[in-house]
């Protein structure tokens, strides 16, 4: 075997004392690092919490009166909102049938619509769907809805009459929903407190 080279043997020894040193610099100046947790798939409550509140500082101000306590509180403001929302559903369904039945007018739905056969059809749909349940006869549908349109009335249709009162009042109710919704949004957190 050939003899190194001394440039080889002080090469080894310059390697050796740069690699003793930088472990010794490294031990004595920093610390080991804490283990990390595992990523979850799952965020903690406290990071969907944070989330929350970055969303609601970017609402606009007026937005913010209606979301802040929904953060504090939100079974109580959900719950309050689906209370209101129901609220707002049946006083006018009720509200309505009694304005239709002991004012004896009901609404002409058809000229409003511009389509005269619309409001029909709807009542002909009606009337097959309260057929289909044992209700009533077709007969007596199509009987009420003349009678509707002539402005008699007939006592022995007066169950018919009735659903009919109430198929109108629900369809006017469903209509208003966006004024249903924005009067519950508006009243939550008054009702939640």
Avoid at 57 to 62: A, I, K, M, N
Avoid at 115 to 127: C, L, S, V, W
Avoid at 172 to 189: D, E
Wanted: no cysteine.
């Amino acid at each position: 075997m050939a003899p190194r080279p001394p440039n080889f043997f002080r090469y080894l020894r310059l390697q050796t004392a740069r690699n003793s040193r930088s472990h010794v610099s490294r031990r004595t100046i920093s610390t080991p690092s804490p283990p990390q947790p595992p990523k979850s798939s799952h965020p903690s409550p406290s990071d969907s919490h944070s989330r929350l509140r970055r969303f609601n500082d970017r609402l606009p101000r007026f937005l913010r009166t209606y979301t802040t306590p929904l953060l504090g509180a939100p079974v109580t403001h959900i719950t309050s909102f689906l209370i209101l929302h129901e609220i707002t559903a049946i006083l006018p369904l009720f509200g309505l049938v009694g304005a239709f039945h002991y004012g004896a007018w009901m609404p002409d739905l058809a000229s409003q619509t511009g389509e005269t056969n619309a409001f029909d059809e709807g009542i002909t749909r009606f009337g097959r769907w309260l057929k289909k349940k044992g209700w009533v006869d077709e007969t007596d549908v199509n009987t009420v809805a003349e009678h509707e349109n002539t402005g008699e009335k007939t006592a022995d249709r007066a169950g018919v009459r009735l659903v009919l009162e109430f198929a109108t009042a629900y369809a006017i109710t469903k209509a208003l929903f966006p004024a249903r919704l924005a009067a519950s949004v508006w009243a939550t957190p008054w009702f939640a407190s």
